[in-house]
């Protein structure tokens, strides 16, 4: 959560920075302090303290300050221990699980859960209005696409998936108000990407990023569900980020069908039943 507010800084109002500052500063106090102490000691007003925290994802002070004394006091340390060429086979299966539980714990300690909310409530709405569901990736990131565009059209949800750059700036174009589009980025500074945001968006679709935060693509969409890890990019495959962006669209997907609810246990039956005569018994 912390790593999250420092990438952040610089993308905030000056007087927002102020009370990221504060954060960073000492963030138990923070916790613990009224609005009021908050404000004078940032030298803002107590909008803007409450203001910070939705910039951050939050669903308010409250919500704000509930995440932030779980992070500190009970927050699962992440070391990245990340892989050498001398490594044995255990060392790296050790390492690799590792870096995985820690990053997910983590995720869970810092997850915006408004945030999540505000997506699988556009994405469940999307049937009632006949619109479409679009997922966007490149690279390891249109891996995760596919993979969302199969869970979400197993619900029976009109979706599809893209991880060439002219057919998501093609198929962004045709996009309407009431449409969503899913874009999952590890770095969130890829240009093709960054394009089809800003073209969907001024469609009207709903913008979901699933990105780093502090990128640029962060800030391009409606809703930012943050990715955050210390995964670098000049290392091998990656590994962390493409799990934690699948755990991601999981949690979509879950809460998805349960807004959707009994509506969606013929389908599941029907289409089990159907997919018995793929196995051998």
């Known amino acids: 959560m912390l790593e999250r507010i420092k990438a952040s800084l610089p993308s905030l109002a000056p007087a927002e920075q102020r009370v990221g500052k ?32 939705r910039s951050m994802g939050y669903d308010g002070l409250s919500d704000f300050k509930l995440k932030l004394a779980g992070s500190v006091s009970e927050g699962v340390p992440f070391i990245h221990r990340s892989v050498d060429v001398d490594d044995k086979t255990s060392d790296i299966a050790v390492k690799v699980i590792d870096n995985t539980v820690a990053a997910f714990l983590k995720y869970r300690n810092d997850a915006s859960f408004f945030a ?96 780093a935060s502090g990128s640029p693509l962060a800030s391009a969409g409606h809703i930012h569900l943050t990715a955050d890890h210390p995964e670098g990019y000049d290392k091998y495959s990656p590994m962390v980020s493409r799990l934690l962006h699948l755990l991601i669209i999981d949690i979509l997907a879950t809460t998805v069908a349960l807004r959707m609810g009994e509506q969606l246990q013929p389908l599941l039956r029907d289409m089990k039943n159907n997919l018995r005569s793929k196995r051998y018994t």
């Open 116 to 211: 999540l909310e505000h997506a699988a409530k556009a994405l469940a709405e999307t049937p009632t209005s006949h619109r479409r569901i679009e997922f966007y990736g490149v690279g390891n990131s249109g891996i995760v696409a596919q993979d969302a565009q199969h869970k979400f059209f197993r619900l029976g949800l009109n979706t599809i998936a893209y991880s060439d750059g002219h057919m998501q700036v093609m198929s962004a174009s045709m996009l309407q108000a009431g449409d969503c589009v899913v874009i999952i980025s590890n770095s969130g500074r890829t240009r093709d990407l960054m394009d089809a945001c800003d073209i969907a968006r001024k469609r009207g679709a709903t913008t979901i990023v699933i990105t």
């Open 22 to 53: 504060l954060v960073l500063a000492d963030p138990r106090a923070f916790a613990n302090l009224p609005v009021s102490e908050l404000a004078d000691r940032s030298h803002v007003s107590k909008p803007t303290v409450v203001r910070f925290c």
